[in-house]
């Protein structure tokens, strides 16, 4: 057995109609942050939402732990220890900070609690609004609540959706600082639009186009590749 | 499809000169009313996508103010258009104001609107006795023209033929094309720039004169109307012969019709052998059920299904030549 | 006043029961947006099934539970082999709870006969008292306790427990919930189990209140129930127990002063909400 957390082989996914994932493989080594880039509609979104099975696979094969699971529900995979934190945030607006992190915790037991201390330590903002309805909340309060709420139980794998989308620069910071704390803790699939944060985070990348995977290596190697990065994502 | 319907039609149209039975001449224009009822209905449900549970209310306004008119008044030709002209006003404005108030709303509402709406209707035509004798309800005369079962036949057989046609042409119209959007993706023709609740409104009003003019045929054909006209199980009726026989079709709506017509006719006459055949509507029901669960495109969807399946090779390779 | 007093205790006693009706109605269309057409159905073997054991035993408490047990599970088979197998399509699900609606009516005929039966409080609570020359009837005292009993549980199901939390989050964003680990068709069936259980369970508790029970009846309180959930919210709890109250009132004054118009202004009371607050008078979802 080899050491990939996870692992997706040639996964195609379909929404209705629309064949949106045409063949996405890749490989995530425990410990490390994996970083999908790509343009708008790639298909980066989509790859998340099939391995945490909300648009689950048509063909091909997610392997988590050395387990299949790209037919298992949506709660299934999320219980083996898969934490989302979706583009939108996903938070519950109603519900205040506390009930968003009550409603995601699956054991009442002493390592979560050391988990929940630890997470809000790194988001101090959270605790100072432990009563106010999510709702009410920053975008870059929302985007810590949603982190806090995948890491909190033993997840050993997050996939974070664009935690950068619509926050000022500074608070992308704070939220940048954060992942790489975390870093330490967890391994981590992040999907990011923002160059600057996925080359300070990430370890290695891939590429995705048009619903497939077409390149990838170590992210240093990117850094310095202009003509990969002007063909794929639009930046030199 | 419009060939058969067209053939099937001349049919019809010779049957009562070459086969004399009252009984096949009564249930056949009851099949016709129905017919014009359920494909009003199919305009709705099955090209605008949206679910009307009171349907009732507007088959029951023709029906009375054909009764009233004939009863109030002189049964006579006159009386009888204006009758026509009232229930055309009066099922237009209520299914404008329905339309205008609900189908900007999620489904549901245009649903509970016209469940609540048509109970009303009901309760209305109870209470108002002065105008529709309650209850009971009341006989009437009609005009000389529509007293021969033959005559009223043919009327009712050119009405639903005609109607059929008008739909046909409607719905493959321009105006037609933007509903059938809608129904597939009501937020993408929106997007396209069409004013999606305009088009809704007028898909709504045109169910419901329809369906108005269907009550009408019925209230004659009858020459007595009571409350039964305004209750759920017409709506029901007008539901289970376009879903059974196949919704968004034209065509599945009169298939239907004909199936729900005679097979009521049928089982009860079966009631006088065992009272379980009184409960008829619990057949319909599951069938009912199971239509929407396994065979959400009824008769002639299903079959239009399997038999485009089995073309599709050929079919397509036509269309390549054409293109190439 | 006694009048007053009488009409008003009336008015809360009617509300009382489609608040028992709406409430699942609401509770089921927040978290599945689903409108359950059969809701009434599940109302009117509440009450024949109660109150046929309810006639067998001689217990009317025996009654209430069986009503609600027939309840949970109608609720169940139709969560389950209703309305699972055609979940996410609206016009289907709409469609498909209408025929069940319709079976169960038509099956209510055929176990228990087309005729009305006729029903009324045991002894106990039967009869009247009197307070200062106003003369209060028992059972409806009866009923508006049971309601608010009830309202006060559920609230407390939804605000103080884990599932009652999974169902409020669940109100807000079903994806999210699964991604957290809930399984949702679970809190599904609950929610469908505990709105049939409180619809039987007024259905069960109308009977000796009307004096009879029919096959139509079910039809008759939901078109009411529907009413309620839009004035109060489709979604809202909370919003539904106020308009039902509201309705109840405006009917029980309504019959007594002008009984032509009382279902007649409930329904301007619905128009009028729907053309200014399509989200209900107490907003949705709340």
Redesign the interface.
């Known amino acids: 057995m080899n050491n990939d957390l996870l692992k997706l082989d040639k996964v195609e996914t379909h929404i209705g109609q629309y064949h949106i994932l045409q063949g996405v493989s890749f490989e995530v080594k425990k410990g490390e942050v994996t970083v999908l880039l790509g343009r708008n509609g790639a298909g980066k979104t989509t790859t998340l939402r099939t391995i945490?099975?909300?648009n689950p696979a048509s063909k091909g094969s997610v392997t988590f732990k050395g387990e299949a699971i790209q037919s298992l529900?949506?709660?299934t995979i999320?219980?083996k220890g898969i934490g989302?934190v979706?583009e939108d945030q996903?938070?519950?607006?109603?519900?205040t900070v506390e009930?968003?992190m009550?409603?995601?915790i699956?054991k009442d037991d002493e390592e979560t609690a050391k988990r929940m201390d630890w997470i809000l330590n790194l988001f101090p903002d959270l605790k100072r609004f432990w009563k106010k309805p999510g709702g009410l909340l920053s975008g870059g309060q929302k985007q810590m609540l949603s982190i806090a709420?995948a890491y909190v139980?033993e997840n050993e794998l997050l996939l974070i959706d664009e935690p950068s989308k619509g926050l000022a620069p500074i608070v992308v910071e704070k939220v940048m600082d954060s992942i790489i704390q975390m870093k330490a803790e967890t391994t981590i699939v992040l999907v990011e639009q923002n160059f600057m944060m996925a080359s300070t985070i990430g370890d290695q990348f891939y590429i995705i186009d048009d619903g497939r995977t077409v390149s990838h290596g170590a992210m240093k190697k990117l850094k310095e590749d202009e003509e990969m990065k002007r063909k794929y994502l639009g930046i030199a | 499809m419009t060939a058969i319907v067209l053939v099937v039609a001349a049919f019809l149209l010779l049957l009562p000169f070459v086969y004399e039975s009252r009984n096949l001449l009564i249930l056949l224009t009851q099949v016709f009313v129905f017919s014009i009822f359920a494909m009003s209905y199919d305009l709705l449900l099955g090209f605008t996508g949206i679910v009307s549970f009171g349907h009732a209310m507007f088959f029951g306004i023709g029906a009375y103010s054909m009764g009233i008119f004939m009863k109030r008044f002189e049964p006579t030709l006159g009386y009888f258009f204006l009758a026509v002209l009232t229930t055309v006003v009066l099922t237009g404005i209520v299914s404008f104001l329905v339309g205008l108030l609900t189908l900007r709303l999620k489904s549901h509402f245009y649903a509970m609107l016209t469940l609540s709406l048509s109970g009303l209707f009901l309760v209305l035509a109870e209470k108002w006795r002065t105008m529709t004798y309650g209850n009971d309800g009341f006989t009437f005369r009609v005009p000389e023209l529509f007293i021969d079962r033959t005559n009223f036949y043919l009327l009712c057989l050119i009405v639903m033929v005609a109607v059929f046609l008008i739909l046909k042409r409607f719905t493959n119209s321009p105006l037609g094309r933007v509903l059938q959007a809608i129904r597939e993706n009501e937020q993408r023709t929106e997007s396209l720039g069409f004013h999606v609740l305009h088009y809704k409104i007028a898909a709504s009003v045109m169910s419901g004169v329809l369906a108005g003019v269907a009550g009408i045929l019925y209230a004659i054909s009858l020459r007595f109307v009571n409350t039964s006209v305004f209750a759920m199980d017409i709506t029901l009726d007008a539901l289970l012969m376009t879903i059974i026989g196949g919704v968004g079709t034209l065509v599945g709506a009169i298939i239907g019709a004909g199936l729900i017509e005679f097979a009521h006719h049928w089982l009860t006459e079966l009631a006088k052998e065992h009272w379980i055949f009184e409960r008829w509507i619990i057949f319909f029901g599951i069938i009912y059920i199971l239509v929407v669960m396994f065979f959400p495109r009824g008769i002639v969807g299903t079959l239009r299904t399997l038999s485009w399946n089995r073309k599709k090779q050929p079919a397509v390779k036509k269309e390549e030549k054409i293109a190439g | 006043m006694d009048l007053i007093i009488n009409l008003t205790l009336n008015g809360l006693a009617t509300g009382m029961l489609i608040f028992l009706l709406a409430a699942g109605l609401t509770l089921i269309f927040g978290l599945m947006d689903v409108l359950n057409f059969a809701h009434g159905g599940l109302f009117a073997w509440g009450a024949y099934s109660g109150l046929w054991i309810y006639s067998q035993t001689g217990s009317f408490i025996i009654g209430i539970i069986c009503a609600i047990l027939t309840g949970f599970l109608l609720g169940i088979i139709t969560e389950k082999w209703i309305i699972k197998p055609v979940y996410g399509n609206h016009v289907q699900q709409i469609l498909i709870t209408l025929g069940l609606m319709l079976v169960l009516s038509e099956m209510l005929k055929v176990i228990w006969g087309p005729n009305q039966i006729t029903a009324s409080p045991p002894d106990y609570l039967k009869g009247s008292w009197e307070l200062g020359g106003v003369i209060i009837i028992k059972y409806r005292v009866f009923i508006i306790l049971v309601g608010f009993l009830i309202f006060t549980g559920v609230q407390f199901l939804l605000k103080k427990t884990?599932i009652g939390?999974?169902v409020?989050?669940g109100v807000?964003?079903k994806?999210?919930?699964?991604?957290?680990?809930?399984?949702?068709q679970r809190v599904f069936m609950f929610v469908f189990m505990i709105g049939a259980g409180m619809a039987a369970l007024g259905g069960v508790l109308l009977g000796p209140y009307s004096g009879v029970i029919h096959a139509g009846m079910g039809m008759e309180f939901a078109i009411l129930a529907f009413i309620v959930v839009v004035i109060g919210g489709m979604g809202n709890f909370k919003g539904s127990v106020l308009a039902a109250i509201l309705v109840g009132l405006s009917g029980s004054f309504m019959a007594y002063y002008v009984p032509d118009l009382s279902l007649a202004v409930n329904m301007l009371l619905m128009a009028i909400v729907l053309i200014i607050r399509p989200q209900g008078l107490f907003g949705a979802?709340?």
């Open positions: 945490i099975g909300l529900p949506t709660y999320a219980k989302y979706p996903g938070i519950f607006a109603g519900l009930e968003n009550r409603v995601a699956q709420r139980n | 884990k939390l999974v409020r989050a807000m964003n994806e999210m919930v699964q991604a957290l680990g809930i399984n949702i979802k709340g």
